[in-house]
T-cell receptor, first 111, second 113 residues
Framework: GQQVMQIPQYQHVQEGEDFTTYCNSS?????IQWYKQRPGGHPVFLIQ?????EVKKQKRLTFQFGEAKKNSSLHITATQTTDVGTYFC???????????FGKGTTLSVSS | DSGVTQTPKHLITATGQRVTLRCSPR?????VYWYQQSLDQGLQFLIQ???????AKGNILERFSAQQFPDLHSELNLSSLELGDSALYFC????????????FGPGTRLTVT
């Protein structure tokens, strides 16, 4: 079945350092979404990418969708302690009926 | 606050029992999704309803069932509970014009002892 893999599983950075998480799908995706889950919280929708090669920015966050629409990345510039949490990517399954979530990258930031 | 509500917040029950989790979607959203989140399996899609009808099924066990009522709230029924069913259960809803932009509720933490 369709799988969405995320790496790394965990990442610890010093405040001010950059952070990147990568998402790879076994099949071509119609779109990809990113969610953030704070410790003890629920996933919160961040963004959706649809077009091949698309790049979107939200303040210090940069999201990219690969040319082949099989991979994506989230890059955070100059991390802050408020960035801690688990970042999930999610791709639409081939039937177009459900999101397949990666297992997430958990980011911790020390000041 | 996403606008999606879930009750109860916590549930502790014994193996073999049956429980019902409840979800109310955001106002105006017709779709409801159920997810199970455990440490080892991550976030697993269970089932989706759209305006009262089942739209898609994921990794939902036969012991589990769900429905969406005319007022659009949804219930997830878990029966013959096993220890491995202990997890966080999230409900999400999505807007009509952005079907895959999902808004998650706060979740129900189920502990089976």
């Amino acid at each position: 079945g369709q799988q969405v893999m995320q790496i790394p599983q965990y990442q610890h950075v010093q405040e001010g350092e950059d952070f990147t998480t990568y998402c790879n799908s076994s099949t071509t995706l119609s779109n990809i979404q990113w969610y953030k889950q704070r410790p003890g919280g629920h996933p919160v929708f961040l963004i959706q990418l649809v077009k091949s090669g698309e790049v979107k920015k939200q303040k210090r966050l940069t999201f990219q969708f690969g040319e082949a629409k099989k991979n994506s990345s989230l890059h955070i510039t100059a991390t802050q302690t408020t960035d801690v949490g688990t970042y999930f990517c999610a791709g639409l399954n081939q039937a177009g009926t459900a999101l397949i979530f990666g297992k997430g990258t958990t980011l911790s930031v020390s000041s | 606050d996403s606008g999606v509500t879930q009750t109860p917040k916590h549930l502790i029950t014994a193996t073999g029992q049956r429980v019902t989790l409840r979800c109310s979607p955001r106002s105006g959203d017709l779709s409801v999704y159920w997810y199970q989140q455990s440490l080892d399996q991550g976030l697993q899609f269970l089932i989706q309803y759209y305006n009262g009808e089942e739209r898609a099924k994921g990794n939902i066990l036969e012991r589990f069932s769900a429905q969406q009522f005319p007022d659009l709230h949804s219930e997830l029924n878990l029966s013959s509970l096993e220890l491995g069913d202990s997890a966080l259960y999230f409900c999400a809803s999505s807007p009509r014009d952005l079907p895959y932009e999902q808004y998650f509720g706060p979740g129900t933490r189920l502990t089976v002892t």
